[in-house]
């Protein structure tokens, strides 16, 4: 019998969470070290996600048992894989689940800046005041929006652009020139597009390249009153250099779905035009479904002597 330690209030109360041969043992969110190691101890496979805990070496030098490291994202950044590598653990993660519904969230948090739609909202709401005054909005059709990163995501961000009338720059260190032509964007240099853009939206993953890959320099670089949108990893942007080009009055918004230090930091954003969001992109009906299946299909594999979806 194959011990799981499951780390997710998403699944807490589902009953389909089984696999023959697997005994699971179902956690809430786990932030500590010692919170993850109490969880894991014991268990041959250890099933988690991003936002979670960190897997570090001095936990999996906690965990001789663990056999193997199922992460339910995408991103792995949470993972120390070369030590997971040095002791012979595998590392396996749900590389797809979808693109779009992180591409909705991108443009649900863009219209919501660009239309003032939380402002006038929260107005009605705490004021009981049903008034447009200084809620003008700006249009998306006929404007450029900048997309960083033309992966899956990016090319479905593309494709909603399109659908609003909207031109689109884009970068990525690997262009794809059948994705360009096929979706009619242009690719440019990053200091053009942000420069060019009425709005930027990031869509890359973070690694030492990307990382702060927003900065001062870089959001100043950005077209005057131009809105940033982040759904991809909160590090990716400088947070305070974000707020303190948001308070100089250089840019127009941002909708952020992540930040730095997310669950354990509050930003203050109090008065400026910005949408947060707790990481809500991924969190849709078919892709908690997804994930899942994915997730055991790993675990099965694994099962069976096999890996599948390996990182490390």
């Not at 239309?115 to 709401?125: A, D, P, S």
């Not at 032509?181 to 930027?200: K, N, P, R, W």
Request: proline share 2%.
């Amino acid at each position: 019998m194959i011990k799981v330690a499951f780390v997710d209030f998403v699944f807490e109360n589902r009953e389909d969470i089984q696999l023959e041969g697997c005994e699971f043992s179902i956690h809430p969110p786990l932030r500590t070290e010692g919170e993850l190691v109490a969880a894991a101890s014991g268990a041959d496979v250890l099933c988690m996600r991003d936002q979670f805990g960190r897997v570090t070496r001095e936990v999996l030098e906690r965990l001789p048992e663990l056999k193997l490291i199922v992460t339910r994202s995408v991103g792995y950044d949470h993972i120390d894989l070369a030590e997971a590598d040095r002791r012979g653990i595998p590392v396996c993660n749900v590389p797809d689940y979808g693109a779009h519904m992180i591409a909705e969230q991108a443009f649900g948090l863009l219209l919501a800046v660009a239309r003032n739609i939380v402002r006038g909202h929260n107005r009605y709401e705490q004021k009981h005041l049903f008034s447009d005054r200084g809620l003008q909005g700006v249009e998306l059709y006929g404007k450029t929006l900048g997309v960083i990163g033309t992966g899956r995501i990016g090319l479905h961000s593309i494709r909603l652009a399109k659908g609003f009338g909207m031109q689109v720059d884009a970068y990525d260190i690997f262009e794809d020139e059948a994705a360009m032509e096929e979706l009619g964007f242009c690719y440019q240099s990053l200091e053009d597009v942000l420069a060019g853009s009425h709005a930027v939206s990031l869509h890359v993953s973070l690694n030492e390249a990307t990382h702060h890959l927003m900065n001062a320099e870089r959001l100043a670089q950005m077209r005057q009153g131009a809105i940033l949108v982040n759904t991809s990893r909160g590090a990716v942007v400088d947070t305070e250099a974000l707020i303190a080009t948001l308070r100089s009055g250089h840019l127009g918004g941002a909708g952020l779905d992540v930040l730095e230090d997310e669950r354990d930091r509050y930003h203050d954003f109090s008065g400026l035009n910005v949408v947060v969001t707790p990481h809500l992109g991924w969190y849709t009906d078919g892709a908690v479904d997804r994930i899942l299946t994915i997730a055991l299909e790993n675990i099965a594999a694994f099962q069976r002597g096999e890996l599948i979806n390996q990182l490390a």
